[in-house]
C-alpha cells in the first residue's frame, strides 16, 4: 500500500484567516438580516451594492463557499485557500490585501524617487453629505483643490503651466477613526515641478509650505469650490450664510444612514438622531495652539506637514499603507457587558473622547454608509502621473505612458501589468513565503478551484474523519534476515 502524504505546515507567523471567529463577522452574521429587514419595513431599502458587500463579506474565508487546492509539487502535501470576497468597505483582511497591493503599486510603478509631501484636506460636513451621495460632484471638487495646490507649486518654483509640470495621486477616504462618514482627500504631491522643456526632465525642488502660504491657500480652495457649486446650483447663498440647494424629492435610500454617520449620530433604534453615546478617558485639551502645517477656512482644514525625501522609500510605503488603510479595525473593536460596540479611536480628540459605544444594529448602519458606490475611483492620478501624460513614461518607475519605449532597459523593471498574486502579499507584507512548503522546500501551486456545493460538501466532510493509521506491513518495512533451513 502506498504510504499517506505528510500532511501541509504551515510557514512561520501565518494562521489561516479564520473571520467567524471575530467580532466583526458575528456582529454582521447575526444582525445584517435585522438590519435588511428594518431598511425594508421604513421603505428605505439598502441599495443593491450595499446588500453585496455585506452578503459577500459573510462569504469571505469560508470554506463552505468555495476554495483553491494547493499542491507541493515535491511530496505531494495539500492544503485549501478559501476564497475572498474582494469588499472595498467592511472586510478588514480584503482592506489589508487591497492596501499592501496599492502600496506596492505606488512605490514601485508610480511614484519617483523625488521628494513628496503629504497634502490633506478634510471638507465642511454640508460638502461630506454632498460629495458622499454625488460621484460626480466629488471629482469635479477633488479637481479644482489639485489645481489650486499645483498652481502654488509651480509658481513657488517660478515656472509657468507651459514650462512647469507637478503631479499627484490622491487617495479618497471615507471613514473616520470612529466608523463616521468622513469623505477627505489624502494628496501625495512632487515637492517640487519638472521642467518640461528639458529631455530628460529636470526636477526642480520647492520648500515646505509656510503658515502663510497654507492660510492663503486654503482660503482660495474654500472660495472657488463654493463659486463652482453656486454655478451648479449644489450651493445657495444668502445675506448670512450658505447651504445645499438639495431637491427632496431626489433623495437616495441612504440619505439618513449618510447624515447621521457624518454628524457622529445614532441612525437606526429608539434613539435614532440623538448623539452617539462616547467615552472620555484622557484630559480635554481645549486652548491649544493649532498645530504646525496645519490651515483651516470657512470650515475645510489643509495639512502639508509630512515630506518625504527622495531616497526614504520605506518611509513612502508605510505611508502609502497609511492612505489606503481599511476603515475598519478589529482589534479597535469589542463588546460591553449591555451587548453594546465599543469603537477604541487612534487618537483621542480633543476633548478627550477615546471611545464610542453604539448599537450592534447602528454599528452596521454605519458600515452600510461607507460603502462607496459602485464604479467610483478611490485612488485619481494626476498631472504627470496621469495615464496620458507625456512626461509619465519618463519619471515613473514602471515606465509606462504616453511615449514609452517599448524595449526594456536594466534601468526600467519589467512591466507587472497585473495586480499582486496572494502569495506575493504575504511576502511583501508579513515576510511570509506562502510559495514553498516548509515540510520538504518543495514549490506549491493551484491544482483545482473547488466552486460545486456537492463537491465541497464532500471534501470537508472527508477533512473532518479522524485520519486513518499507516498499515502495519510496508513495503518500506525493514525486514529481518532469512532463517536457516533445518537438515534432513
Not at 492660510?215 to 469650490?225: D, F, N, T
Not at 452596521?364 to 494626476?382: E, I
Amino acid at each position: 500500500m502506498r504510504r499517506r502524504a505528510p500532511p501541509f505546515i504551515d510557514p512561520p507567523g501565518y494562521a489561516r484567516h479564520r473571520p467567524e471567529d471575530t467580532l466583526l463577522y458575528q456582529l454582521a452574521e447575526e444582525h445584517y438580516p435585522t438590519l435588511l429587514a428594518a431598511r425594508e419595513a421604513a421603505d428605505r431599502p439598502l441599495p443593491k451594492h450595499v446588500q453585496t458587500e455585506f452578503e459577500s463579506y459573510l462569504k469571505c474565508g469560508r470554506f463552505e463557499h468555495g476554495f483553491l487546492r494547493v499542491k507541493c509539487e515535491r511530496c505531494q502535501a495539500e492544503k485549501l485557500v478559501a476564497f475572498s470576497c474582494k469588499g472595498r468597505a467592511i472586510c478588514p483582511s480584503c482592506g489589508a490585501r487591497r492596501m499592501a497591493e496599492c502600496a506596492a503599486l505606488l512605490v514601485d510603478e508610480v511614484l519617483p524617487a523625488r521628494p513628496l509631501r503629504q497634502w490633506v484636506l478634510s471638507l465642511p460636513f454640508a460638502l461630506r453629505f454632498l460629495l458622499a451621495r454625488e460621484p460626480d460632484v466629488l471629482t469635479h471638487v477633488l479637481a479644482i483643490v489639485y489645481g489650486e495646490i499645483a498652481s502654488h507649486i509651480r509658481k513657488k518654483a517660478r515656472l509657468t503651466r507651459a514650462t512647469g509640470a507637478t503631479g499627484a495621486v490622491t487617495l479618497i477616504q471615507r471613514f473616520g477613526s470612529a466608523l463616521n462618514l468622513n469623505v477627505h482627500f489624502h494628496m501625495l504631491f512632487l515637492d517640487g515641478a519638472y521642467l518640461v522643456d528639458t529631455s530628460p526632465p529636470v526636477f526642480r525642488r520647492i520648500g515646505a509650505p509656510s503658515a502663510e502660504e497654507l492660510g492663503a491657500l486654503v482660503a482660495r480652495i474654500a472660495e472657488r469650490i463654493g463659486r463652482a457649486l453656486e454655478r451648479t446650483g449644489w450651493l445657495a447663498r444668502d445675506c448670512e450664510t450658505s447651504y445645499l440647494a438639495l431637491d427632496p424629492a431626489s433623495g437616495g435610500p441612504m440619505d439618513d444612514l449618510i447624515g447621521h454617520s457624518i454628524a457622529y449620530r445614532v441612525a437606526m433604534g429608539p434613539r435614532a438622531g440623538q448623539k452617539a453615546f462616547t467615552l472620555q478617558t484622557v484630559p480635554a485639551q481645549f486652548g491649544e495652539e493649532e498645530r504646525e502645517g496645519v490651515a483651516r477656512a470657512a470650515g475645510f482644514s489643509l495639512h502639508a506637514g509630512i515630506g518625504i525625501e527622495a531616497d526614504a522609500r520605506s518611509k513612502l510605503e508605510r505611508l502609502c499603507r497609511y492612505v489606503s488603510r481599511p476603515a475598519v479595525a478589529e482589534e479597535r473593536l469589542a463588546l460591553t457587558e449591555h451587548g453594546d460596540v465599543r469603537v477604541q479611536l487612534k487618537t483621542a480628540y480633543r476633548d478627550g473622547t477615546t471611545h464610542v459605544v453604539l448599537e450592534p444594529l447602528d454599528f452596521l448602519a454605519r458600515l452600510a454608509a461607507l460603502v462607496p458606490p459602485p464604479r467610483m475611483h478611490l485612488t485619481r492620478y494626476h498631472g504627470v502621473f496621469a495615464p496620458h501624460h507625456a512626461l509619465r513614461a519618463a519619471i515613473t518607475p514602471a515606465g509606462r505612458g504616453c511615449g514609452a519605449r517599448p524595449a526594456e532597459t536594466p534601468e526600467r523593471p519589467v512591466s507587472r501589468h497585473i495586480a499582486m498574486r496572494w502569495a506575493q502579499r504575504l511576502k511583501r507584507v508579513f515576510a511570509i513565503d506562502i510559495e514553498t512548503c516548509r515540510h520538504c522546500g518543495g514549490k506549491l501551486r493551484v491544482i483545482a478551484s473547488i466552486e460545486d456545493p456537492a463537491l465541497i460538501e464532500r471534501i470537508l466532510a472527508h477533512l473532518e474523519q479522524p485520519p486513518a493509521d499507516d498499515p502495519p506491513h510496508s513495503p518500506f518495512t525493514p525486514r529481518a534476515p532469512p532463517q536457516p533451513l533445518p537438515l534432513c
